[in-house]
């Protein structure tokens, strides 16, 4: 809760002073187990930084990560990095990179059963691979066990990384735009696949996707950030169906739909023209969206408007909405 992250760079400006990429302000986030809650943001707008501060690939600048209710002390060593986890792994997006070249599959798959002792011998080792193939419909498991990454499609590879780390039997699943490298024809059977298994595992998933139409199929909460702000969030159905945002209004509005679709598979939708993300370096004050924002008001460039609650879960900080008062931010109940 109340997460921040501020990247310095190695950059001066006219005065000489160091420059900071102000990443992610401010930003609560709670996941549920059994439940997958959408970050769904452009690029820029600090949700792969959310879910490696989560992660613990990077220490937040401010806030507290809290996992079953409790602060995770941001102790360093690969002991307390292990310990952390056991509970919550980490699936990135290019499955092409995540996979080392000369091991097999079954060196990816046995060694997290080694390290964190869920297999005590190569035979009990061997197993569980195999169990986690299946699990992953990667069958015959007796073959894949066998292949190199390089014999693997990308969509094959991805579901390798997905057992890679249930092999830790973790309760939080970070999943860093998971499909976004692969062919649009197989996107749809690794969703399905990380909903199947969050069923089964009663996984609490973090799906980070730049694509909101894919967040209102997938997940049962949406997140929406921008700039580094999280901006609205609530069930899918509501922040999809009825978003208050201007900006989740935006996203909504240049989602891909079937009759914008190019002829190599991707969708040609980009956001309308008026404006981009801002620099991070010098971020604009206040409301971070307000240069692009048709509502924008002379409060809106003074300061970030508080939570402001709209029943049913749902939520927004803008100004066209109030301010929130001085209503506190939800509890994090079993957030990582
Ligand atoms: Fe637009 Fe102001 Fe709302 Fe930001 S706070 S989205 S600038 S109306």
Not at 84 to 107: E, G, K, T
Not at 309 to 330: R, S
Request: charged fraction near 25%; aromatic fraction near 6%.
């Amino acid at each position: 809760i109340h997460l921040q992250k501020h990247f310095p760079v190695r950059q001066f400006n006219l005065f000489g002073e160091k420059q900071v990429v102000h990443a992610v302000e401010d930003a609560n986030l709670a996941l549920y187990p059994g439940r997958a809650t959408a970050l769904v943001g452009e690029s820029g707008s600090g949700k792969t930084t959310i879910a490696r501060m989560l992660a613990r690939l990077y220490d937040p600048t401010g806030g507290e990560i809290r996992f079953r209710g409790a602060p995770v002390k941001l102790e360093k060593g690969p002991a307390a990095l292990r310990a952390y986890r056991r509970h919550v792994q980490l699936v990135f997006q290019d499955p092409f990179a995540s996979l080392n070249p000369v091991h097999d599959i079954r060196y990816h798959l046995s060694r997290p059963l080694r390290i964190f002792k869920h297999a005590r011998s190569n035979v009990e080792a061997n197993e569980q691979v195999l169990a986690l193939l299946r699990r992953v419909s990667l069958t015959p498991a007796e073959q894949f066990i066998q292949k190199f990454p390089h014999q693997l499609s990308g969509g094959q590879r991805q579901r390798i990384a997905i057992a890679r780390a249930l092999a830790v039997r973790p309760e939080v699943l970070l999943a860093d735009e998971p499909v976004s490298m692969l062919d649009v024809s197989i996107r749809m059977d690794i969703l399905n696949l990380l909903l199947r298994l969050k069923e089964e595992e009663h996984l609490a998933l973090l799906y980070i996707t730049h694509d909101i139409a894919s967040a209102r199929y997938f997940a049962d909460d949406t997140v929406v950030m921008y700039a580094g702000q999280m901006v609205e969030g609530g069930p899918s159905e509501e922040v999809t169906q009825r978003p208050k945002h201007p900006y989740t209004q935006l996203l909504l509005s240049a989602a891909p739909d079937p009759d914008r679709i190019g002829p190599d598979g991707k969708s040609k939708s980009t956001l309308p023209a008026r404006g981009e993300i801002p620099s991070l370096i010098k971020p604009p004050t206040g409301c971070r969206f307000h240069p692009r924002c048709p509502h924008a008001m002379p409060v809106c460039k003074e300061r970030f408007p508080k939570r402001t609650e709209l029943g049913g879960g749902h939520w927004t900080n803008c100004f066209l909405y109030g301010d929130g008062g001085d209503a506190p931010i939800p509890s994090t109940q079993a957030a990582p």
